[in-house]
C-alpha cells in the first residue's frame, strides 16, 4: 500500500509516496490509483496509476519514475482539458500516457519506455502505446521520447495537434503493427521528431496534415502513406530504411512532397499495388530521391 503526504511548496502540491515496488505479475487490483487534483511535483518514485481529476493543473514528475504491473494506463487525462503533464518516466503500462476527448493540453519532456504487452483489461490492444490521442484535439506534445512499446505515439482521429522534437526509438522493426508515430485526423503539424528503429516510422492518414523536417532512420519504412489526401510533407528525410516513403494501395491523393531527403534505402519512393484503389494527383517537387519503386506503375502522379 502506498502512503502519500501532501505538502505546499510554491503553490505547488509535493505528492511524497512512501511506496513497497508492485511485482509486474501483480494484479491490476493490487496497484493504487492516484487522482490528482491540483498542481503537484513529485519527489520519489511511484508504483501506481496517475489519474488527472481536474482541468488546468500541472503534474510535474521531477524526472521520477511511474511504474504499473503490465496493465491499464499510466497517466489518464480522460476528458481533461489545458493540463500538463511533464518530466515524468512512464513504464510498464499497456498505455503510457492516455489523452481521450482531451483538450489543449500539453505533453512535454516525458520518457515512456518501456511499456507491457500484457492485457489492457477493457482497452483494445490496437490502442497499446506510449502516448495516445484518442478523439483529442490542440494538444502539443514536445521532447517526450517513447521507446519499446507497439507504437509510440498514437493520433486517432485527432486534430490541430502539434507534435515537436519527439523520439518514437525502437518500437519494434519486425513486426508490420509497431510504428513509431502513427496518425490519423486533419491539420496536425508534425515538426522536427524522431523515427528510429520501428517496422514503420511515420504512418500518415487523415487529410491537410503537415509533416516538416522530421527524420525516419533505421526504419523498415520511412513514411507511409494509406487514406492521405491534401497533406504536405516538406524537408523531411528518409535513412537506411527498405523503402523511405511508400504509398499504399489504400487512397492516397493529392498529396505534395517538397524537398525531402531520401537516400540509403533500398527504394526511396514506393507506389503499392492494388488497382481497386487509386493514388493520383500527388505532387513531388525539388525531392532528392534516386531509386523509384512500383508495384504498379500509376501515371497520374508528377
Not at 42 to 64: K, M, Y
Not at 161 to 185: E, F, R, V
Not at 204 to 209: K, P, Q, R, T, W
Request: net charge neutral; glycine share 10%; hydrophobic share 40%.
Amino acid at each position: 500500500m502506498a502512503r502519500r503526504v501532501a505538502k505546499w511548496l510554491s503553490g505547488f502540491v509535493v505528492l511524497v509516496m512512501l511506496a513497497v515496488a508492485v511485482p509486474q505479475t501483480a494484479s491490476a487490483q493490487t496497484l493504487p490509483t492516484v487522482t490528482i487534483t491540483e498542481d503537484t511535483v513529485l519527489t520519489a518514485d511511484l508504483n501506481a496509476r496517475i489519474v488527472i481529476g481536474a482541468n488546468g493543473i500541472t503534474l510535474d514528475g521531477a524526472g521520477h519514475a511511474i511504474t504499473g504491473d503490465g496493465t491499464g494506463i499510466g497517466i489518464d487525462l480522460t476528458g481533461r482539458k489545458g493540463v500538463t503533464v511533464m518530466n515524468c518516466r512512464v513504464s510498464w503500462f499497456v498505455i503510457g500516457v492516455c489523452l481521450d476527448s482531451s483538450h489543449d493540453n500539453t505533453i512535454a519532456n516525458n520518457t515512456v519506455s518501456p511499456n507491457a504487452d500484457g492485457t489492457g483489461g477493457t482497452i483494445p490492444p490496437f490502442y497499446y502505446s506510449g502516448i495516445l490521442l484518442k478523439w483529442s484535439h490542440r494538444n502539443t506534445l514536445t521532447y517526450n521520447s517513447i521507446s519499446d512499446c507497439p507504437k509510440g505515439v498514437m493520433l486517432h482521429y485527432s486534430d490541430h495537434n502539434t507534435l515537436t522534437n519527439n523520439t518514437a526509438d525502437g518500437n519494434g522493426i519486425m513486426w508490420p503493427s509497431t510504428y513509431g508515430i502513427i496518425l490519423s485526423g486533419s491539420g496536425n503539424i508534425l515538426t522536427g521528431n524522431l523515427a528510429i528503429g520501428n517496422y514503420r516510422g511515420f504512418v500518415l492518414g487523415g487529410n491537410h496534415n503537415k509533416l516538416l523536417d522530421n527524420m525516419a532512420r533505421d526504419n523498415r519504412h520511412g513514411f507511409y502513406l494509406e487514406n492521405a489526401l491534401h497533406n504536405t510533407l516538406t524537408g523531411n528525410t528518409a535513412n537506411n530504411s527498405l523503402l523511405g516513403f511508400v504509398l499504399d494501395s489504400w487512397l492516397v491523393c493529392y498529396n505534395k512532397f517538397l524537398r525531402n531527403v531520401a537516400y540509403d534505402n533500398m527504394w526511396d519512393v514506393f507506389f503499392k499495388m492494388d488497382l481497386g484503389y487509386v493514388r493520383i494527383h500527388n505532387k513531388f517537387v525539388d525531392n532528392m530521391f534516386t531509386t523509384w519503386g512500383y508495384d504498379w506503375n500509376y501515371p497520374g502522379n508528377f
